[in-house]
T-cell receptor, first 114, second 112 residues
Framework: NAGVMQNPRHLVRRRGQEARLRCSPM?????VYWYRQLPEEGLKFMVY????????ESGMPKERFSAEFPKEGPSILRIQQVVRGDSAAYFC????????????FGPGTRLTVL | SQQGEEDPQALSIQEGENATMNCSYK?????LQWYRQNSGRGLVHLIL?????REKHSGRLRVTLDTSKKSSSLLITASRAADTASYFC????????????FGTGTRLQVTL
């Protein structure tokens, strides 16, 4: 019974490139949440998705960031034209129902922008 | 500003001592959770306390919640070097079924 999987675990990009972060939720979970952790800070909510729908994107930057959770396959967080300020750890969590009680976190993807 | 603010920001104690961390928040909550994060690693869920509960225990952990003061505390008794980590509180806010709001964290250092 695998937990939440994220890949890659570490990602290095140069300024201006695109970053794609993947999250496979736990089996049977159809709700995915993305959080960002800047160095020396707590996690900040970015977006909440159900299969094929964005439910709450109140924490997403207005430009360059997008997220999807297709019917088949993992959830993808996409960052276009990365800048140094995008360097952070990106965590995804999943739950079987919309809830803050039972979010299970993945190990995170650490993005470094050179 | 952050919904959750931990206090202190950093704490250094010796093995065997107790460590107490506090978390304050601003708005009504459904629940409050504590997580541990070892350096450069993911989050480990420690304990969840609901808004109608006042105290919970799990092993060497004791969490209290005072909704009138909008605050919570995490007590780790008989600390060990392996407890060295950052500790975050996270709140599930009333009316939002989706997002957890994390505090700024307390960095705990337990020395031998």
């Amino acid at each position: 019974n695998a937990g939440v999987m994220q890949n890659p675990r570490h990602l290095v990009r140069r300024r201006g490139q695109e970053a794609r972060l993947r999250c496979s939720p736990m089996k049977g979970h159809s709700h995915v949440y993305w959080y960002r952790q800047l160095p020396e800070e707590g996690l900040k909510f970015m977006v909440y998705l159900q299969k094929e729908n964005i439910i709450d994107e109140s924490g997403m930057p207005k430009e360059r960031f997008s997220a999807e959770f297709p019917k088949e396959g993992p959830s993808i967080l996409r960052i276009q034209q990365v800048v140094r300020g995008d360097s952070a750890a990106y965590f995804c969590a999943s739950s079987p129902a919309p809830s803050t009680d039972t979010q299970y976190f993945g190990p995170g993807t650490r993005l470094t922008v050179l | 500003s952050q919904q959750g603010e931990e206090d202190p920001q950093a704490l250094s104690i010796q093995e065997g001592e107790n460590a107490t961390m506090n978390c304050s928040y601003k708005t009504s909550i459904n629940n409050l959770q504590w997580y541990r994060q070892n350096s450069g690693r993911g989050l480990v869920h420690l304990i969840l306390i609901r808004s109608n509960e006042r105290e919970k225990h799990s092993g060497r952990l004791r969490v209290t919640l005072d909704t009138s003061k909008k605050s919570s505390s995490l007590l780790i008794t008989a600390s060990r070097a392996a407890d060295t980590a950052s500790y975050f509180c996270a709140t599930g806010l009333t009316g939002t079924a989706s997002k957890l709001t994390f505090g700024t964290g307390t960095r705990l250092q337990v020395t031998l």
